[in-house]
C-alpha cells in the first residue's frame, strides 16, 4: 500500500458546489414583478446589464473588500497630517462599477420619468446582495441630493458632480474631479439619534463660508468628498457641506481620531472625527438643519429598507441553492417536508419585505405629484424601516442553520450577512425612534393615517384574514390609551397590513399565492413565533419555487 492510498481516507460527496455566478435581475422573478408592479410602462435594459455585471464580477470584490478592512493614516512617514483612509481596491471596483451602472443617481437622472426610485430601489437591491458596505456612501451620496438643492451657497458644480460624475478617488478638490461622494456626520457622543443636543459650533466668516469647530462620532465613510453636517450656528441648529479638501487643495481641518471597530460593515470606513474651524458651508437658512435634512433621512431610511431586503434574498438564495445539493437522512433536503417549510417561510418573509420596499419606493417616486403618495411615503418609511430591518437577523440566522456547521465558517457568504444584518435597524433610528416617528406622522400630519387606510382599502374583499386585521387594525389606532407604550406592536402590526396588501395587489400568480399564504401565516395567526412553523396545508413545493433562481440567470 502506497502512502497516498494509506491516508486516502474517504472521497468528497455531498457537498454542494459554490453558488456560480448569475445575472441577479433575470434570475429573481418576484423582483422583475415587484419592480414592473410599480413601475411602467416599461423597465429599462439597465437592470438587466447590472444584474450580469454583480452576479458575475462583483460578489468576489465585495468579498475581497470584506477580507481587507480600510486602514487609517493620519499621518505619513514624515510627521505630516493627512487623515487619510486606505480602502483595497476591491472597494473602488465596487464603487466605481455602481456608479457606473447609476445605482447612486438614476432617481436624479430619470426624477422626469415614472417609476425612477424604484428602479433605483431595484439597482440598489443587487449591488446589496453583493457588498452592504458601499452601499453606506452610494445610499449616502444619493440622499445628499435634496439637501444640497437648498443651497443658495455652493458653486453649481456640487450637484453637477453629484448627478452626473463617475467615481473618482482621486484626491482632489471637487471642481476639478469626475464624480464626487458625499456622507454624513450628524451624531454626537451625548446625543445620538437626539441631534438637537449636539455641541459643535459654526461661525461665519465675512466671505459667508463658517468655521466648524467640534466633533461627530459617527462620520461615515470619511473618504468622501465632502460631508453635510449638523452644528449650532448663530440662529440655532443647521447643516453644513463641509469638504474634505478645499478649492486652494489643502486638507480641511477634519481630524480623524480613529474608525470604528465594527461588528460587520466592513468594506466601509466609519470614524469618529474632531472638526478644528473646519471651513462649511450653509445649506438652507440657519436654524433649519433638521427641516434641510428630512428628505435625506427618508431616503437612507428607504435604503435601509432596500439594504435588509436584499440580505434575505441573498441569505434565501444561499440556503436553497445548498439544501437543492445536499442530502440526509435518504432524501435531499430540499424535498423533506420540515425543509419546505422552512424554505417556503423563508420565502414569504423576503417576498413580503422586497414588496414592502418597493412599494415605498413608488410613493417616494410620486410624493412631489400625488398627495396620497407624500402621505404614504411620510408614515410608511417610518413603518417598513421598523420592520423590515427588524427581521432580517432572524432571517439571516435561520437561512444561516440550513447551511449547518458550514454556514458558521468564513469560507463562505453566510457569516459576512448575519454580521450585517442587524446594521440597518440601528442606522437612521434605532426601532423606538421609528416607532415614536409614526405617532408622530398621525399626530402632526392626520393626512398619514387616512393615506394609510386608504391603502389597505385597495386589497379589501381579496382575503378574509386580511380584511378582519385590517379593521382590528383600525381600532388599534382608535385607542389612544397608552399609544406610545403600544407603538412598536402597532406599528409592527401596519407593517404586516402593508405587506399583505402589496402582495395581494399584484397581479403575478405566483405571489398572490404567497400573499395568501401570508395572510394565513402571519395575519390569522396560524404560524409559531420561529420560522418553518407554517400551517401544514401550506403550498410549500409552489412558493418555494417561485422564490429560487429562475434558469434564465
Not at 410613493?363 to 411615503?377: M, P, Q
Not at 378574509?464 to 390609551?481: I, M, P, R
Request: hydrophobic share 40%.
Amino acid at each position: 500500500m502506497t502512502a497516498t492510498n494509506k491516508f486516502h481516507t474517504h472521497e468528497l460527496e455531498n457537498q454542494p458546489y459554490a453558488l456560480p455566478a448569475y445575472n441577479l435581475w433575470l434570475a429573481d422573478p418576484l423582483l422583475q414583478s415587484m419592480v414592473k408592479q410599480h413601475h411602467y410602462p416599461y423597465v429599462p435594459t439597465l437592470l438587466e446589464q447590472f444584474g450580469q455585471y454583480s452576479g458575475h464580477v462583483q460578489f468576489e470584490h465585495g468579498e475581497l473588500a470584506n477580507k481587507n478592512k480600510p486602514i487609517l493614516h493620519a499621518f505619513d512617514r514624515y510627521g505630516r497630517r493627512t487623515d487619510k483612509v486606505e480602502f483595497h481596491p476591491s472597494y473602488h471596483a465596487l464603487m466605481g462599477s455602481a456608479m457606473e451602472h447609476q445605482v447612486h443617481s438614476y432617481s436624479w437622472q430619470n426624477s422626469s420619468a415614472s417609476g425612477a426610485h424604484v428602479i433605483r430601489a431595484a439597482l440598489l437591491y443587487m449591488h446589496s446582495q453583493t457588498d452592504a458596505g458601499t452601499t453606506c456612501p452610494l445610499t449616502m451620496t444619493h440622499a445628499a441630493v435634496p439637501a444640497m438643492r437648498y443651497s443658495k451657497h455652493i458653486p453649481k458644480y456640487w450637484l453637477d458632480k453629484l448627478i452626473n460624475g463617475t467615481y473618482d478617488p482621486r484626491e482632489l478638490p471637487a471642481f476639478e474631479k469626475n464624480g464626487i461622494t458625499v456622507g454624513m456626520g450628524m451624531t454626537e457622543k451625548q446625543g445620538g439619534s437626539d441631534v438637537r443636543r449636539n455641541t459643535t459650533k459654526a461661525v461665519q466668516h465675512p466671505d459667508g463660508s463658517y468655521a466648524i469647530t467640534g466633533h461627530k462620532f459617527f462620520y461615515s465613510a470619511p473618504m468622501c468628498d465632502a460631508h453635510l453636517v449638523l452644528a449650532q450656528a448663530e440662529g440655532g441648529l443647521s447643516c453644513f457641506l463641509l469638504p474634505r479638501i478645499l478649492e486652494s487643495g489643502e486638507l480641511n481641518h477634519v481630524r480623524i481620531q480613529r474608525l470604528k471597530d465594527k461588528l460587520g460593515d466592513w468594506s466601509n470606513a466609519s470614524s469618529e472625527v474632531e472638526f478644528q474651524e473646519a471651513t462649511a458651508f450653509l445649506l438652507g437658512e440657519e436654524g433649519r438643519g433638521v427641516s434641510v435634512i428630512i428628505d435625506m433621512v427618508s431616503l437612507t431610511r428607504l435604503d435601509c429598507m432596500i439594504g435588509s431586503s436584499a440580505l434575505m434574498r441573498q441569505a434565501l438564495v444561499q440556503a436553497t441553492h445548498h439544501v437543492s445539493h445536499r442530502d440526509a437522512f435518504g432524501n435531499t433536503l430540499i424535498n423533506q417536508p420540515l425543509m419546505q417549510n422552512v424554505l417556503a417561510d423563508l420565502t414569504i418573509e423576503s417576498a413580503a419585505a422586497t414588496a414592502l420596499t418597493m412599494r415605498v419606493a413608488k410613493a417616494v417616486d410620486e410624493s412631489g405629484i400625488n398627495s396620497h403618495e407624500a402621505a404614504l411615503a411620510r408614515i410608511c418609511t417610518a413603518i417598513g424601516k421598523y420592520w423590515i430591518c427588524k427581521r432580517t437577523a432572524t432571517f439571516v440566522n435561520e437561512a444561516q442553520e440550513c447551511l449547518g456547521g458550514i454556514g458558521y465558517v468564513e469560507e463562505n457568504i453566510m457569516p459576512r450577512l448575519y454580521r450585517q444584518a442587524p446594521l440597518n435597524s440601528i442606522w437612521e433610528g434605532s426601532g423606538n425612534v421609528q416607532c415614536l416617528d409614526v405617532l408622530r406622522a398621525i399626530a402632526k400630519e392626520p393626512a398619514t393615517q387616512k393615506a394609510l387606510f386608504t391603502e389597505l382599502q385597495s386589497a379589501e374583499g381579496q382575503n378574509s384574514h386580511f380584511d378582519e386585521y385590517v379593521a382590528q387594525l383600525s381600532k388599534g389606532f382608535s385607542n389612544t390609551e397608552a399609544l406610545e407604550m403600544r407603538s412598536r406592536l402597532l406599528t409592527e402590526q401596519t407593517a404586516l397590513a402593508l405587506q399583505a396588501c402589496v402582495l395581494l395587489n399584484n397581479e403575478d400568480a405566483e405571489i398572490r399565492n404567497i400573499a395568501h399564504s401570508f395572510c394565513d401565516s402571519r395575519l390569522a395567526g396560524h404560524h409559531g413565533l420561529a420560522f418553518g412553523t407554517l400551517p401544514a396545508s401550506t403550498p410549500c413545493e409552489e412558493i418555494i419555487t417561485a422564490g429560487a433562481l429562475s434558469q434564465r440567470g
